[in-house]
């Protein structure tokens, strides 16, 4: 039985068959919205992308700086913010483009950087919360918090509250909210926010986040009704990205082998996100999930709970007021 294994891996029309199916597989990663395509400008529009300086976050920015948009990246690396705010400036041709620090696993850094944008900035029109961690091993921040909670949903949270009042006075005003499929798998217990009743295996916690962001996303945009700001979240799609630079060594390798035929690229990747936050067609929808295709879908049925989500949206808003 082995040699007949043997003789069609390593038969010619294996390796070339793979290819083709690789390459049929790569056709299809791309969505038929193109954003180059989108005729929509952003002149006089001021943008915020936390996570800008790599992956999708970088060319969020760089769309946004392409249409005109004052951009300012909110970044947690000086060197790399700095690295890719220059870059940005020079693909785009557009000198409006300005690098601000923070880390949203701090809530003390995130309400230091809100405080900059609010000091230094009359509008804010669309903000993109992008920034995210998976696979982080254990850890608790200096707030008590999970360090990928704090990361991935609670600092983002604590952000959009700070800035609502000024999108509000800015609307039309979009909030994009990066999320992930994988939270069809996560779960709701508030323990897990200080790192309880939690399994560090793969992307497990990770999932959680993503669910809290979907939920979050929801009440958000109830909340915001009628005040002209709406609020969204999305799944990127399965990106060869950063987020995966705190996985061991093998996991590593196998998802970037598997990612050259099957993953998207982060360019591509950005697609939905920006979808999201300039598209004439996504104007005025709010409270909705969407697919790295564009296309609106409904998220896990969990995720559709109003009551969780107002709940959830709750403790969040008590969590954060005594930190």
């Not at 230094?120 to 696979?135: M, T």
């Not at 002209?228 to 996985?247: D, Q």
Request: net charge positive.
């Amino acid at each position: 039985m082995s040699s007949i294994w043997n003789d069609i891996f390593s038969n010619p029309l294996w390796a070339v068959s793979t290819v083709i199916f690789g390459l049929i597989v790569r056709s299809q990663r791309r969505g038929s919205w193109d954003p180059r395509a989108c005729p929509v400008q952003l002149k006089g529009k001021t943008a915020i992308v936390t996570g800008a300086n790599t992956g999708i976050g970088k060319f969020i920015a760089l769309d946004f700086a392409r249409r005109g948009a004052k951009v300012i990246l909110a970044c947690r690396n000086e060197a790399r913010g700095t690295a890719a705010r220059d870059d940005i400036r020079k693909l785009s041709g557009n000198g409006n483009v300005h690098l601000r620090l923070v880390d949203t696993s701090c809530l003390d850094s995130v309400r230091t950087f809100a405080e900059g944008v609010l000091q230094e900035e009359k509008d804010l029109h669309i903000l993109v919360n992008n920034a995210g961690v998976s696979g982080l091993p254990k850890a608790i921040t200096k707030d008590g918090l999970e360090a990928s909670f704090a990361t991935n949903h609670v600092g983002p949270f604590l952000l959009t509250n700070l800035l609502l009042d000024l999108m509000k006075h800015s609307a039309p005003a979009r909030i994009v909210n990066v999320a992930s499929v994988n939270h069809w798998r996560g779960k709701v217990d508030f323990s897990h926010f200080h790192g309880d009743n939690l399994t560090y295996f793969m992307d497990s916690v990770y999932n959680h986040t993503k669910l809290h962001n979907v939920l979050w996303t929801n009440e958000l945009a109830r909340r915001l009704q009628g005040s002209g700001v709406t609020a969204n979240s999305l799944h990127p799609g399965v990106i060869k990205t950063e987020v995966m630079r705190h996985y061991n060594f093998l996991v590593r390798t196998l998802f970037n082998l598997i990612g050259i035929f099957f993953f998207k690229s982060s360019e591509e990747g950005a697609v939905s996100t920006i979808y999201c936050a300039v598209a004439e067609e996504t104007e005025g929808i709010s409270g909705k999930y969407f697919d790295s295709d564009c296309s609106m879908v409904l998220p896990a049925p969990l995720a559709r709970d109003s009551a969780i989500a107002a709940k959830a949206f709750e403790y969040c808003e008590r969590l954060t007021s005594k930190l």
